[in-house]
């Protein structure tokens, strides 16, 4: 069965999508002061953990070992405001990428949960 990584076109895919998300993170008066100034890591760190969880191959674990995504999320505080940001952005990065309707509502979606699962201070 071909993966969600494969229908994408694979790596390229999510590298590309990483980088439009964060053009928009970059002018986000909320977002941006919670990211580090170097963007650079967190950009591979993402794409490549993006990657492997639609079906890519597993760099990010064996660099980074298991995602922790909750615990690597702790120290920043995510209420709604930043979850919405967050999903905004990212479901713009998706809308602007070349998936198929079906994949990008995948990929949507998933944004979502993940987004409101790691939220970690009430409003």
């Known amino acids: 069965m071909e993966t969600l990584f494969e229908r994408v076109g694979g790596l390229p895919f999510f590298v590309a999508l990483v980088e439009r998300f964060y053009e928009a993170v970059e002018q986000d008066p909320i977002l941006r002061p919670i990211y580090p100034d170097d963007l650079e890591p967190g ?3 993402l794409s490549g953990f993006l990657a492997q969880y639609w079906g890519g ?3 990010y674990s064996m660099e ?3 995602p922790r995504l909750r615990m690597r999320h702790a120290s920043f505080a995510i209420r709604q405001r930043e979850r919405d940001a967050w999903v905004d952005h990212m479901s713009s990065a998706v809308r602007a990428s070349d998936a198929s309707p079906i994949d990008a509502g995948l990929l949507i979606a998933n944004f979502r949960e993940t987004a409101t699962f790691l939220m970690n201070r009430p409003d």
């Open 43 to 45: 950009k591979a760190h």
């Open 57 to 59: 191959p597993p760099q």
């Open 64 to 66: 980074r070992g298991h």
